[in-house]
């Protein structure tokens, strides 16, 4: 699978996105225009190996909700991520069998790494 989860009015994703260059073979999914799905939350979980790492701390919703300060369990996390496109952690790029979850700037020089290996 090679595809490509963002928020479109993400600036962070955009810049992500333009530096990544993917070429035409990656699907690009705007979460907030085409919410994840179940079947490919478990696909992502299946590579990530947990829901919680896919699920983002930093949205306006885990403050407003105080989850914070609930102790949150695996099908909590599904939950959230499956009921709000701001709960699933981005962007999530996946490569055949890896997956890149976040922004941070390990995360994705191992994504671009990962793309020019498979070249």
Do not use: W
Request: glycine share 4%; net charge positive; proline share 3%.
């Amino acid at each position: 699978m090679k595809k490509f989860y963002f928020l479109g009015s993400c600036s962070t994703c955009k810049r992500i996105l333009n530096h990544l260059a993917l070429d035409s073979s990656f699907e690009l999914q705007d979460i907030k225009k085409k919410p994840i799905n179940t079947e490919d939350l478990e696909q992502l979980k299946a590579l990530a190996g947990s829901y919680e790492a896919l699920f983002s701390k930093h949205a306006k919703l885990y403050k407003q909700l105080g989850l914070k300060d609930k102790p949150l369990k695996e099908k909590n996390y599904r939950d959230y991520i499956l009921e709000h496109y701001t709960f699933l952690k981005r962007p999530v790029l996946v490569v055949g069998s890896q997956v890149f979850i976040g922004n941070s700037s390990k995360v994705i020089n191992s994504a671009f790494t990962a793309l020019l290996n498979e070249k």
